[in-house]
C-alpha cells in the first residue's frame, strides 16, 4: 500500500494540509488537526482518482520548534511513565500470584507488598484470567520483564534525546549501548530496542 507524507501548518485559524503525490501537488485545509486526515484522504482521492482507503498517510503537524521540543517531551514522558506502570503491574502480579501459591494469605500478600488484600485478589485473578485466555505457552517471567524493561529503555532515551535537543547536546556513551540487567547476565543474545522518532515537524 502506498505511504504520502502530509503536512498540517496554522494558517489564520486553520490547518492548511499539503501532501505530494504523483503528478500533483495537493492542498486542502481542516479547522482541527483530529480533521486532517480524513480531509486529506478525501483530497488525495480526489486527485488521485482513487478510493480513500487505498493508501497510508504520514501527518506531521508543523508548530514552532520550541513548542515542538516540549511536546515531544511531555509525550515521551508519558510514554515512559506508562511502560513503568506496565512493567509494576506486571511485577506486582507474578509477585501475587507467587505467593498465594506459597500459601500465603490476600492479607499477608498484601501486608509484604504494601498493597490491599482487595488488590493481591485482583492481581491473581488477572494473571489466571490471562493464563486461561492465551493459545500459546506463557512466556517466562524473564521474559516479560526483559521485554518491558527493553522499551523503558528505548523510552528513556528518546525523552534524553528529546531533552537535549533543547540545550546541548549529548554525548553518546563509547562504550556501547545500554543493556538490561538480564542481558547483563548472558554473553549472547544481546539486543537493544531503538526509540521511534516523534510525527511533529518543526516550523521555521
Not at 25 to 34: E, F, I, K, M, N
Not at 116 to 128: G, N, Y
Not at 166 to 178: I, V
Amino acid at each position: 500500500m502506498k505511504m504520502f507524507d502530509v503536512t498540517a501548518s496554522r494558517s489564520q485559524g486553520w490547518w492548511a494540509i499539503h501532501a505530494n503525490v504523483p503528478g500533483a501537488s495537493v492542498w486542502t485545509q481542516a479547522r482541527r488537526l483530529d480533521q486532517v486526515e480524513a480531509t486529506a484522504r478525501e483530497a488525495i482521492g480526489l486527485a488521485l482518482d482513487a478510493a480513500q482507503d487505498s493508501f497510508e498517510l504520514n501527518i506531521a503537524p508543523v508548530v514552532p520548534e520550541g513548542i515542538r521540543h516540549e511536546v515531544e517531551l511531555a509525550r515521551n514522558t508519558a510514554r515512559l511513565a506508562a511502560i513503568a506502570q506496565a512493567i509494576a503491574t506486571t511485577l506486582n502480579q507474578y509477585a501475587a500470584v507467587s505467593l498465594t501459591a506459597e500459601g500465603y494469605t490476600v492479607r499477608d500478600a498484601g501486608y509484604l507488598m504494601n498493597l490491599s488484600s482487595q488488590r493481591i485478589s485482583q492481581l491473581v485473578a488477572q494473571q489466571r484470567t490471562q493464563v486461561e485466555a492465551s493459545t500459546s505457552e506463557s512466556p517466562t517471567f524473564d521474559s516479560v520483564v526483559e521485554s518491558l524493561l527493553v522499551q523503558l529503555l528505548s523510552a528513556a532515551d528518546g525523552l534524553s534525546d528529546t531533552s537535549s535537543q533543547t540545550g546541548k547536546p549529548r554525548q553518546r556513551e563509547e562504550h556501547g549501548p545500554r543493556r538490561t540487567p538480564m542481558e547483563k547476565q548472558r554473553t549472547s543474545g544481546k539486543r537493544r530496542a531503538t526509540a521511534k522518532s516523534g510525527p511533529l515537524t518543526a516550523s521555521a
